[in-house]
């Protein structure tokens, strides 16, 4: 291992080598799913697609598209390739509607899925000497034993910590002296809350870095997490269809997260017509698993929208970057006909330097849907007096008026009153479909 890098053959591999080893990956691959998942044996017999016609990643758009209804259709183990003892490690994303999508690993998924945790706290700076305070919940998620066998791949010390209790994490953070936290990015600026309330100096900390995902979060979420944690703060992306946490991860640069595409093949495609977009589009984020054993997914549609971009990184890596996601398919609110993204409430609220405690409250009343945002004042603000609050309701409007061309109800709340995630952040109540 190199400074920077875990494995620097292939995180720096020119892309003709990189081409090569996703071709014949993808062409074990097909073959796999072919044989072992009647599923895609019953989607290739009606597309008339032979295994054989797939002769390299160029060819990777005569696939067959697999969709999330497709693994909550086979609930729970019906698109798992290999016999049942090859498989050391099941997880399941419980999601919020409908039965949980499982996912299953053998040893050597396990193996990759590590290795992508590795790169990724390598390239945010970490080192075998580390302590990787590990927040993410363990358990069926993926986020906690994710990062915790990255940690371990890399040789470093993972405290399997777990998520809750968090005024026992900041003491543990003190103590052990750990340098990096991996947790959702909203639990970072909880816990960065907590060591305020204890009165905790956040320099006295050793913590140098985070690493956060599991959740879109803003590039002002980012300024905040850094400021009230004294660190640098790194993105991670993943999503347990695919493997974990460690699917792409933000180099120093950070201008966008580099994907282990020596493992999984990704492509953004127009999600109406499913035509491939090219570099700088945005679109739906589709992922093929090329190499995986236990869960080798086709086109996977992620329902993430975001862009690729194949230029050269300062960093030398050569994987290609996806952008910060731009919100989910399927979280993007319809307001009166327009699109709105909780990410993008999120960027006006904190470039007016609000804090990012929010809620979004969507209803329906005659008719007419109504969008109310309710926002936590910080102390400062709450101690200041009532006498200017109308006026930040107004630019808080005012501001969500001209960037998203919606007009909201802001409601300013008392500090600490909304309520706080150790996971993935609740950040909208839509009652219309109460
Ligand atoms: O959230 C895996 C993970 C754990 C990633 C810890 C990073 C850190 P799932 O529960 O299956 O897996 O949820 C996957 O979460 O499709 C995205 O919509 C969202 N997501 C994950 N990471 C990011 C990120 C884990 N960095 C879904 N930015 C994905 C934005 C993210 N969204």
């Known amino acids: 291992m190199q400074d920077n890098y875990f494995e620097p053959d292939l995180e720096t ?26 599923l895609y044996k019953k989607r290739f017999d009606e597309m008339g ?7 390299s990643i160029d060819d990777i758009h005569k696939l067959p598209f697999t969709y999330k209804t497709d693994l909550r259709d086979n609930y729970p183990f019906g698109m798992i390739a290999v016999p049942k003892e090859q498989l050391v490690r099941i997880h399941a994303s419980s999601g919020t509607t409908g039965k949980q999508t499982v996912v299953g690993y053998t040893k050597n998924d396990i193996d990759v899925w590590a290795k992508g945790a590795a790169r990724a706290l390598v390239a945010a700076g970490a080192t075998k000497s580390d302590y990787i305070h590990v927040s993410y919940g363990y358990g069926l998620f993926t986020g906690g034993l994710g990062l915790h066998y990255g940690a371990e791949m890399l040789g470093a010390t993972a405290i399997p910590v777990s998520s809750g209790n968090t005024k026992r994490q900041v003491d543990i953070l003190r103590d052990y002296g750990s340098d990096f936290l991996c947790c959702t990015p909203s639990y970072a600026m909880y816990i960065g809350e907590t060591v305020r309330d204890m009165g905790i100096d956040p320099k006295t900390l050793k913590l140098r870095g985070g690493i956060f995902g599991a959740e879109a979060w803003s590039e002002n979420m980012r300024r905040e997490i850094e400021k009230i944690l004294d660190i640098k703060a790194y993105d991670i992306y993943g999503l347990s269809e695919i493997a974990g946490p460690g699917v792409s991860f933000e180099c120093k640069e950070q201008t966008g997260m580099h994907i282990n595409e020596d493992f999984f093949y990704p492509e953004i495609i127009d999600p109406e017509t499913g035509e491939q977009l090219p570099d700088g589009e945005y679109g739906e984020l589709v992922f093929t698993c090329i190499g995986k054993e236990a869960l080798p997914l086709l086109r996977y549609r992620t329902r993430d929208i975001c862009k690729l971009s194949h230029k050269p990184c300062s960093c030398g890596r050569t994987l290609v970057k996806m952008s910060k996601t731009r919100g989910r398919t399927d979280d993007m609110l319809i307001i009166r006909g327009i699109n709105v993204f909780p990410s993008q409430v999120e960027h006006v609220l904190l470039s007016l330097n609000m804090e990012p405690n929010y809620q979004i409250i969507v209803d329906r009343k005659n008719n007419l849907d109504t969008m109310e945002v309710q926002v936590e004042m910080s102390d400062q603000m709450f101690s200041d ?32 009153s909304l309520p706080r995630s150790e996971g993935k952040a609740k950040r909208v109540i839509d009652k219309r479909h109460i």
């Open 13 to 38: 591999a020119p892309r003709e080598v990189l081409h090569w080893i996703q071709s014949r990956r993808l062409v074990k691959m097909v073959e796999n799913c072919y044989n072992n998942v009647p």
């Open 49 to 55: 697609l032979l295994p054989g016609d797939i002769k």
């Open 385 to 416: 007096k009532v006498r200017n609050l109308e006026d930040v309701e107004h630019n808080i409007a005012a501001a969500l008026q001209s960037t998203l061309n919606i007009a909201a109800k802001i409601r300013l709340v008392e500090p600490k």
